[in-house]
T-cell receptor
């Protein structure tokens, strides 16, 4: 069974631009979560989607948003990019609403210049 | 709030040495506890987990026991290999069905031949 896939793997943007990252969960998984990993702040939870509904949101500004489609694929969007948004963005999927084990993708490395 | 504290790295060991990486947590409620591993350039892989007090998670020779009385979940391995070199993250989720992982800062392990 294929794992979690994320596209693109690498991205370079400039300040003020916006970016959209994509995540395809493991087949059959209905929950998708997003995390930001930076050297300074470590791994931080962004948001979680289940059945196209946002169930939980971390402490990030409104410039960070996401959505989930009916096939469970998810996208996250960051608008008005700042230098501090440079990070590895990780997507994780889990089977259902009451399972706590998450499987991570390889991440998208975003660099903001 | 919830938090996870890990020992500072890097931890440098010779091949076949015994490994301990300390992890303690603070949580409201009864968390599930996890160890994730991140190899260079990759996302996170679930290493092991434990969902209630006194449970022992184990995988690939690694073990960790959920100690409620000391709020700890230390990772151990009896004989490390060069291929174990990676960054190890301790994490928790609460048992409310919300899968937002709270991570520790990570501990880099370097195993020398």
């Amino acid at each position: 069974k294929a794992g979690v896939t994320q596209t693109p793997r690498y991205l370079i943007k400039t300040r003020g631009q916006q970016v959209t990252l994509s995540c395809s969960p493991i087949s059959g998984h209905r929950s998708v979560s997003w995390y930001q990993q930076t050297p300074g702040q470590g791994l931080q939870f962004l948001f979680e989607y289940f059945s196209e509904t946002q169930r939980n949101k971390g402490n990030f500004p409104g410039r960070f948003s996401g959505r989930q489609f009916s096939n469970s694929r998810s996208e996250m969007n960051v608008s008005t990019l700042e230098l501090g948004d440079s990070a590895l963005y990780l997507c994780a999927s889990s089977l259902a609403a009451n399972t706590d084990t998450q499987y991570f993708g390889p991440g998208t490395r975003l660099t903001v210049l | 709030g919830n938090s996870v504290t890990q020992m500072e790295g890097p931890v440098t060991l010779s091949e076949e040495a015994f490994l301990t990486i300390n992890c303690t947590y603070t949580a409201t409620g009864y968390p599930s506890l996890f160890w994730y591993v991140q190899y260079p350039g990759e996302g996170l892989q679930l290493l092991l987990k434990a969902t209630k007090a006194d449970d022992k998670g184990s995988n690939k020779g690694f073990e960790a026991t959920y100690r409620k009385e000391t709020t700890s979940f230390h990772l151990e391995k009896g004989s490390v290999q060069v291929s174990d070199s990676a960054v190890y993250f301790c994490a928790l989720t609460l048992d409310t069905g919300r899968r937002a992982l709270t991570f520790g800062s990570g501990t880099r392990l370097q195993v020398q031949p």
